[in-house]
Nanobody, 126 residues
């Protein structure tokens, strides 16, 4: 079992930045591919970014490429999502998730992930 707790959400103006963190506990953090997903009001949850177990490989959905950066610190059991140049359409609850399978440079679906956090709300005002 892996427990995931997100933090760092909040209210920010368009063009601003936020850094989300996700702290993991339980099983060995470095054994898991980590991902960030988000769910905007009235919409289905969507994939945002993923990072390999070592942190050397990453993959992003097109809408956040060049603006968001996923990273991890295996010594701290934490994965991060640095979000820059935020837009109102980035408003959502952001979830981190863990996958025990091998990293794929591809879009991740909800059912690919084994464990989920409860989410943190990001609101971007125009």
């Amino acid at each position: 079992q892996v427990q995931l707790v997100e933090s760092g959400g909040g209210l920010v103006q368009a063009g601003g930045s936020l850094r989300l963190s996700c702290a993991a506990s339980g099983r060995t953090f470095s054994n898991y591919v980590m991902g960030w997903f988000r769910q905007a009001p009235g919409k289905e949850r969507e994939f945002v970014a993923a990072i390999s177990r070592s942190g050397r490989s990453t993959y992003y959905v097109d809408s956040v490429k060049g603006r968001f950066t996923i990273s991890r610190d295996n010594a701290k059991n934490t994965v991060y999502l640095q979000m820059n140049s935020l837009k109102p359409e980035d408003t959502a609850v952001y979830y981190c998730a863990a996958d025990s399978a091998t990293f794929r440079a591809a879009y991740y679906r909800d059912y690919d992930m084994d464990y989920w956090g409860k989410g943190t709300l990001v609101t971007v005002s125009s």
